[in-house]
């Protein structure tokens, strides 16, 4: 079936640069999609969502970026801090009103110091 | 944002029986609920959508069964795993959903079938 994919399962970055956490979508359909960060041994945490009609998100220190053209999610951290070591997740929300949110692989990020 | 409980945390329970995780949304109303399975180092698998007031629609594969849902409110719905066995440990995490926005996640239950 359609899923959601990550290119890099690990990605180690130094404190204080810019991380960049990519996920490839399949299912062209999709209309919204969500990157959520988590703790060993808790659930999801919301960071920031993009729906499709755009195709960049900005919050606090995060970026979302949406190429529907090739199907590419990318999470932009800046200035990464040792609280930013977590495992993200991608999702996409399959669309067509099933409200259904399927999850990439996920990307552990380490900070190093 | 939004509060979603689950309850337990953790459980840890004899092969043969059943148990329950509760999955509340403290501060909205979520007619949707979803339950995902975790294992360690993977990512979230989903479960089941759960509506209130109406029967799960489980994704392929998993036994409705065994997993059985109840959306009895718009504030919560369960989970009960029947007849555990040693596989079916793992780290169910719900979701609910606020209308058609992101979907909150509780903090997880982790089950151990001894």
């Known amino acids: 079936g359609e899923s959601v994919g990550l290119h890099l399962p690990t990605l180690s970055v130094q404190e204080g640069d810019n991380s960049i956490i990519n996920c490839a979508y399949s299912?062209?359909?999709?209309?919204?999609f969500i990157w959520y960060k988590q703790e060993s041994g808790k659930g999801p945490q919301f960071i920031i969502d993009?729906?499709?009609?755009?195709d960049k998100r900005q919050g606090q220190r995060v970026t979302v970026l949406l190429n529907k053209t090739v199907k590419h999610l990318s999470l932009q951290i800046a200035a990464t801090q040792p609280g930013d070591s977590a495992v993200y997740f991608c999702?996409?929300?399959?669309?067509?009103?099933?409200?259904?949110?399927?999850f990439g692989t996920g990307t552990r990020l380490k900070v190093l110091a | 944002g939004a509060v979603v409980s689950q309850h337990p945390s953790r459980v840890i329970c004899k092969s043969g029986t059943s148990v329950k995780i509760e999955c509340r949304s403290l501060?909205?109303?979520?007619?949707?609920m979803f339950w995902y399975r975790q294992f360690p180092k993977q990512s979230l698998m989903l479960m089941a959508t759960?509506?209130?007031?109406?029967?799960?629609?489980?994704e392929q594969g998993v036994e409705k069964d065994k997993f059985l849902i109840n959306h009895a409110s718009l504030t919560l719905s369960t989970l009960t795993v029947t007849s555990a066995h040693p596989e079916d440990s793992s780290f169910y995490i719900c979701?609910?959903?606020?209308?058609?926005?992101?979907?909150?996640f509780g903090q997880g239950t982790r089950l151990t079938v001894v």
């Open positions: 759960s509506n209130e007031g109406s029967k799960a629609t489980y």
């Open positions: 501060d909205f109303q979520a007619t949707t």
């Open positions: 999702a996409e929300n399959m669309g067509s009103g099933t409200y259904k949110y399927i």
């Open positions: 979701s609910a959903r606020r209308g058609v926005g992101e979907a909150f």
């Open positions: 299912n062209s359909a999709s209309d919204y």
């Open positions: 993009i729906r499709s009609n755009m």
